[in-house]
């Protein structure tokens, strides 16, 4: 049985990750949408999301034994889902909170399902085919189609609504390919061609953040390669080091109008700044359980009213997953959320350190990127394929293999 629905397991999960990434969107809504309308509201893709979350519950009770166990790997994750449904019972607008909670609880189901169901080398392969054809699909869309492909401004959006959708569908690109160049033994050229072609494209889209991703990653990548430590001392020095390069290359963005021109930005990220001070006095208001998961940017929300006359760029989010979260199921969500994830990504670092493995090293790398994409972009706790991502690399730490720490 398991050989005669594999194929289509294979073709639901690369469909599945393309619809998450909001890959044809244009095709579906027409090609005016802009990605900065907040929620999408279509019956067509309520009822694919619906028909996803459904067939993947399916698919995980199939295999109900290995899903529990590896449910039990992270409990925290569990924890702020619970969180994420019983702050119904506080928000303002407990009837999008239940909608947005059951749709979280699916897209989370879907990572839990990728990470249990498929090997590294297969998730990689899935990855390969999703964001290959998003790659092949925007150049044909720019190229041919641009009406749907390219922006009114001139950038590149490919087959996404907003060239920040291909900015960050391309360096996922770029990862996979990248890892598939190194642990692939044929058709190697082909994936360093992939990875050429999805820079291409970032520098199209004129995605800054992304264009700067690429670069921060790929040179973690080769620097891991040549230290091994087995201290965790050590192990945690890095890792600060890491983090602290990537906050400098935040506040670069932030600080240097010379640096952001290049990316057609300006001192304040587009707003995003201001944005944050902003909305820094909501959470003094509610600090300890939010105001409820998802219920605070909606056209709904009074408090949102406030932040949209003021700032008329009508912000769909926080443009700041730790300042989102914390205003979705507050303090007490954020700091479990923090301290776990942090601590699977020095988890991470410190296994591959140690064992070399190619496997660790994709875990770490993407845990790090999320961090990185999260100080201006939100995907932690959401219905993003970058959140499906993480929580698949993070299930898929227990079937690495097995190291003894030392102390």
């Known amino acids: 049985m398991k050989l005669s629905i594999r194929p289509w397991e294979n073709t639901f999960a690369v469909a599945s990750l393309l619809l998450f990434s909001q890959g044809f969107y244009s095709l579906i809504l027409g090609p005016s949408i802009g990605g900065d309308e907040g929620d999408i509201d279509s019956a067509l893709l309520r009822f694919a999301f619906l028909s996803i979350y459904l067939i993947t519950f399916a698919l995980l009770g199939l295999r109900w034994q290995r899903t529990i166990a590896f449910l039990k790997t992270n409990l925290w994750l569990l924890f702020l889902i619970g969180l994420v449904?019983?702050?119904?019972?506080?928000?303002?607008?407990?009837?999008?909170?239940?909608?947005?909670?059951?749709?979280?609880?699916?897209?989370?189901?879907?990572?839990?399902?990728?990470?249990?169901?498929?090997?590294?080398?297969?998730?990689?392969?899935?990855?390969?085919?999703?964001?290959?054809?998003?790659?092949?699909?925007?150049?044909?869309?720019?190229?041919?189609?641009?009406?749907?492909?390219i922006m009114?401004?001139?950038?590149?959006?490919?087959?996404?609504?907003?060239?920040?959708?291909?900015?960050?569908?391309?360096?996922?690109?770029?990862?996979?390919?990248?890892?598939?160049?190194?642990?692939?033994?044929?058709?190697?050229?082909?994936?360093?061609?992939?990875?050429?072609?999805?820079?291409?494209?970032?520098?199209?889209?004129?995605?800054?953040?992304?264009?700067?991703?690429?670069?921060?990653?790929?040179?973690?990548?080769?620097?891991?390669?040549?230290?091994?430590?087995?201290?965790?001392?050590?192990?945690?020095?890095?890792?600060?080091?890491?983090?602290?390069?990537?906050?400098?290359?935040f506040f670069l963005m932030i600080n240097f109008n010379t640096f952001l021109n290049?990316?057609?930005?300006?001192?304040?990220l587009t707003g995003r700044t201001p944005?944050?001070?902003?909305?820094?006095?909501?959470?003094?208001?509610?600090?300890?359980?939010?105001?409820?998961y998802g219920a605070f940017f909606s056209s709904s929300h009074?408090?949102?009213?406030?932040?949209?006359?003021?700032?008329?760029?009508?912000?769909?989010?926080?443009?700041?997953?730790?300042?989102?979260?914390?205003l979705d199921i507050g303090v007490i969500g954020l700091a479990v959320f923090s301290v776990s994830y942090f601590g699977c990504i020095f988890n991470a670092l410190f296994k591959y350190l140690l064992s070399k493995e190619i496997k660790v090293l994709w875990i770490f790398l993407l845990l790090l990127y999320t961090i990185f994409f999260n100080l201006t972009e939100v995907s932690f706790l959401s219905q993003s394929t970058l959140w499906i991502i993480s929580l698949a690399a993070i299930y898929s730490m227990k079937t690495t293999s097995k190291i003894k720490l030392l102390s």
């Not at 290049?262 to 304040?268: G, Q, R, S």
């Not at 949209?308 to 912000?315: C, G, L, M, R, S």
């Open 262 to 268: 290049a990316f057609d930005k300006d001192i304040t």
């Open 152 to 249: 009114p401004s001139g950038n590149w959006r490919g087959i996404y609504p907003h060239k920040n959708g291909l900015g960050e569908a391309m360096f996922m690109s770029f990862l996979t390919f990248y890892f598939r160049s190194i642990s692939a033994k044929q058709y190697r050229t082909f994936y360093q061609i992939c990875c050429l072609l999805s820079v291409v494209i970032i520098l199209l889209a004129q995605s800054g953040t992304s264009l700067i991703s690429v670069i921060f990653i790929f040179t973690t990548a080769q620097g891991l390669k040549l230290v091994s430590f087995k201290s965790k001392q050590s192990v945690l020095a890095i890792l600060l080091l890491l983090i602290f390069i990537a906050l400098s290359l």
């Open 85 to 149: 449904i019983f702050s119904v019972s506080w928000s303002s607008l407990p009837d999008l909170t239940l909608r947005k909670a059951i749709a979280l609880i699916g897209t989370s189901a879907f990572g839990l399902y990728l990470g249990s169901r498929y090997s590294f080398e297969e998730q990689l392969k899935i990855y390969a085919w999703s964001f290959g054809i998003g790659l092949f699909c925007s150049f044909l869309f720019a190229l041919v189609i641009p009406t749907y492909g």
């Open 302 to 326: 009074r408090e949102t009213d406030i932040i949209w006359k003021v700032h008329t760029w009508i912000p769909p989010h926080a443009h700041n997953g730790f300042i989102q979260t914390w």
């Open 275 to 292: 944005l944050w001070a902003d909305l820094w006095g909501f959470i003094q208001q509610k600090p300890w359980l939010g105001y409820g």
